[in-house]
């Protein structure tokens, strides 16, 4: 059984809908985090988050710990957010305490 | 935070040769990170290398297909060696900061192997 999964695998939306990216983890984490993949393959982390949720610009992230999920949104969605959203559950300890889904392949529409 | 550059971005390489990727960080850090990731699955640790000591791999890959450096705090080199196209894929290095455990990523270096 994958320890990540995400949902939907394949997003495409319209400039200005809200999005909403979904993760659910089974093991017992110290954090979570989302990352951003460009199609060129660089990654960025987008937020590192341990409980209730976070904001930036117009991302937000949210986790319930005892439910083993989290929720990226994007509102007002722009063809600039077009990429690959990562959700990496984090065991702590080293390197090999992450766990990284597939991903989320969204792709905005003007 | 920190400022990761990685090099190359892309090669497309002959099957049994050796690549090696630069990774560079403009600060110190203890421990870098090497990622694979195969076409449309998951990032998949192949090795954090220290310096000063030997990379420590991860089940299911070895210091001979996967040599690594690590000369000095800032810098590190994977080289994929007697490349076959199952090699093909992103690779990726990464540096984690202070008791935090913020994440940060090179570039990627997207190989292809004919």
């Known amino acids: 059984k994958n320890e990540v999964e995400q949902s939907p695998q394949n997003l495409t939306a319209q400039e200005g809908e809200f999005i909403t990216i979904n993760c659910s983890y089974s093991?017992?984490?110290?954090?979570l985090h989302w990352l951003q993949q460009h199609p060129g393959g660089g990654i960025v982390s987008l937020f590192m988050?341990?409980?209730g949720k976070k904001k930036h610009g117009r991302l937000i992230a949210t986790i319930n710990i005892q439910e083993k999920h989290s929720s990226l949104h994007i509102t007002a969605s722009h063809p600039r957010d077009s990429a690959v959203y990562i959700c990496a559950p984090d065991r702590g300890g080293g390197a090999d305490g992450l766990t990284f889904g597939k991903g989320t392949h969204l792709i905005i529409q003007p | 935070s920190a400022v990761i550059s990685q090099k190359p971005s892309r090669d497309i390489c002959q099957r049994g040769t050796s690549l090696t990727i630069q990774c560079q960080v403009d600060s110190q850090v203890t421990m870098m990170f090497w990622y694979r990731q195969q076409p449309g699955q998951s990032l998949t640790l192949i090795a954090t290398?220290?310096?000063?000591?030997?990379?420590?791999?991860e089940s299911g890959f070895v210091i001979d297909k996967f040599p690594i450096s690590r000369p000095n705090l800032t810098f590190s080199t994977l080289t994929v060696s007697n490349m076959s196209p199952e090699d093909s894929s992103i690779y990726l290095c990464?540096?984690?900061?202070?008791?935090?455990?913020?994440?940060?990523f090179g570039e990627g270096s997207r190989l292809t192997v004919l």
């Open positions: 290398a220290n310096q000063g000591s030997e990379a420590t791999y």
């Open positions: 990464s540096v984690s900061i202070g008791g935090l455990r913020e994440l940060f």
């Open positions: 988050l341990s409980s």
């Open positions: 093991v017992g984490i110290s954090a």
